[in-house]
């Protein structure tokens, strides 16, 4: 029976409705099973992560995203390593989800941080289309496959490209995303920035680690505002991050501020350590523009509002939502996998 893209497009449609329709009980088992493997995995990270599930995976965003591409059934199925990474929750789904589109086998090592999720999504994909068992395969050993696609550090992206780079390949590095705060900026601007700041605890490329600011005083009010957020202080993996770094610059006067569970601090670095929020003071708004466009390559995207026009700014608060169609590194994935025929 032939495979067709209608077919794996509405199984993963299917997927993000079975995700909407889970009753607590059978989150709550998954989550606790995900969080024992990774205690940076809360159920509030998780109950996060399903709900960006949910929006790349609706039915009008997903059609619309993969009829922009000619998508032409391969002449025979490639093999696709996924190196995938655990820093969040799910966060190499989207790979699975374009490999599998485009009509190849995904060939995924799953991260050590992250089994549990991914391969109970994968379970769920098979069982309601179990034409992906033949596509999907999990393996400890990516060895000779015919593209990579891997995400990490930057050093583990020189190991990948080391051992990856005789095959076409998509390797990611590091990334982060900032936050720009304007004269325009409100207090209700500032509290959806916390979640763009303190979801899964900083650890993903969409956190906002930096902050751009016109004026010192946001900066008390930013920490102010931010006390909604104090819960994050009981995690104690975040909090021991928090009083290491406290201590650092106490024993070393650096200068910053502390509101009891985050440090803002004053550098020209753009990622910050978890507990820590780096800030950067800024006179005219097209010379901040110059610098940001010249730091392109290790933002992944920009918080703001309206007023602040480049392309890529995303909403306050809406970091951590991406669209279908937005590419971690804003490398197009599906563009290289329909470029592995011609090759």
Known sequence: MVFTLSDRVSAFIKLGQQLASLS???????????????????????????????????????????????????????????MMAGNIPAVGFHDLLCVLLTGHTACVKLSSLDRVLLQWLINQLIALEPRFAQRVVVEEMLKQKEAYIATGSDNSARYFSYYFGKYPHLIRSNRTSVAILSKNTSDED????????????GLGCRNVSKVFCSKESQLHRLLEIFSRFQEVASHHKYFNNYEYNKSIFLVNGTPHLDNGFLLLHQSKELVSPIGVLHYELFEEEEKLKEELQRLDSKIQCMVSDVSFSLPGVVPFGKSQFPQVWEYADRVDTIAFLLGLEKK
């Open 190 to 201: 500032l509290q959806k920035l916390g979640e763009d700041v303190f979801s899964y605890f």
């Open 24 to 82: 607590e009980e059978e989150k709550s088992a998954l989550f606790f099973q995900a969080q024992q493997q990774n205690a940076w995995f809360t159920f509030s990270s998780l109950a996060q992560a399903f709900k960006g599930l949910q929006v790349m995976l609706q039915e009008e965003d997903l059609n619309r995203w993969i009829s922009s591409y000619e998508v032409k059934e391969p002449a025979r199925p490639k093999e696709i390593g996924i």
